[in-house]
């Protein structure tokens, strides 16, 4: 592993995450490395799978650095899944065509719950591997962000065995068995802070907590069984790395509820989706973080003057740039795989330029 990178040319991300002033208004996407564009399936029809190309550090790079190649965006994300933890696990991670990911062995009995260890970091090297060299070949253009799922969103995924419109399964134990669901997300709590300190020693120079499913929860489980297991994973997160400052972003769909109880738990950023008003963000979080957000995906099947208008209106709910805010401009989800290559150039070109004409 190298002891060292190339400088950093580009820390607009970093600044905005750490509400410095910042010359415009950083932006990246959630999924920007996706089937959208072309060379990402070109590459992935080459791996001869999804977990062919996510597992290959090779080709885990090449499609990493492809929307950086294309747009001018502010920040490289590692091209992984958040379900590398759970496999790492034992628990047989497969895609089904057309259905989305399933695991083999789902955690449906006292047994199986209470035999699940957090995995040896091991076999997770292709993960760290990638990270290193996407780093390294990304040669300071712009920061690389690593990523896990939250325990919580991790944990829907191993009950369920895959995707849940209602969650059933995981509900039902949350509610029958919460002594079996705690033990998961204590699991998942170390696994996961554990992985992201591996990526930050890897090279990663942000981390981001996906809680995509904390949404699915009642209030009061929310904080319960997603929240505090976040915060934990916060807690144990390495901030410092020779010197540099290591910023966290977390990120629950469905959680403009919470706004203030997410600030609280020790991240730098909350990533907000298309439901959360920005200016009321804003006030609600005051100077305590950072927010991430908060475009509709599907604005970017509209026409070119129509994106620009929308992009104008997040950034101006945001308001003006102030010391101690900061804003980094993103989806409130991933984006989808029908998004015309050509709508992201516009969507890029107009952050940029509408939040440097902001600062004057």
Known sequence: MPTSFAPLKNDTFLRALMRQPTEYTPLWLMRQAGRYLPEYCATRARAGSFLGLAKNPDYATEVTLQPLDRYALDAAILFSDILTVPDAMGLGLYFADGEG???????????????????????????????????????????????????????????????????RSVKTMLYN?????????????????????????????????????????????????????????????????DGVRIPCIVFTKGGGLWLEQIADIGADAVGLDWTVNLAQ?????????????????????????????EVAKVLESFGAPQAGAGHVFNLGHGISQFTPPEAVSVLVDAVHEISRNMRG
């Open 177 to 241: 068995r919460p002594d079996l669901m705690h033990h998961i997300l204590r699991t998942n709590a170390s696994a996961v802070a554990d992985y992201l300190n591996a990526q930050i020693d890897a090279g990663a120079q942000a981390v981001m907590i996906f809680d995509t499913w904390g949404g699915a929860l009642a209030d009061g489980a929310y904080q319960q069984f997603s929240l505090d297991y976040m915060r934990d994973v916060v807690g144990r997160l390495q901030r410092d790395k």
């Open 281 to 309: 963000a804003r006030a609600r979080v005051g100077d305590r973080v950072a927010l991430q957000g908060n475009l509709d995906p599907v604005i970017l099947f509209a026409n070119p003057d129509q994106i620009r208008s």
């Open 101 to 167: 990911p399933k695991f083999e062995r789902p955690l449906r009995d006292e047994k199986a719950v209470m035999a699940l260890r957090a995995p040896d970091l091991g076999s997770l090297q292709y993960v760290f591997d990638a990270v290193t060299q996407i780093r390294t070949e990304l040669n300071g253009r712009v920061p690389l962000i690593g990523f896990s799922g939250s325990p919580w969103t991790l944990a829907c995924y191993m009950v369920e065995g895959g995707g849940s419109d209602d969650f």
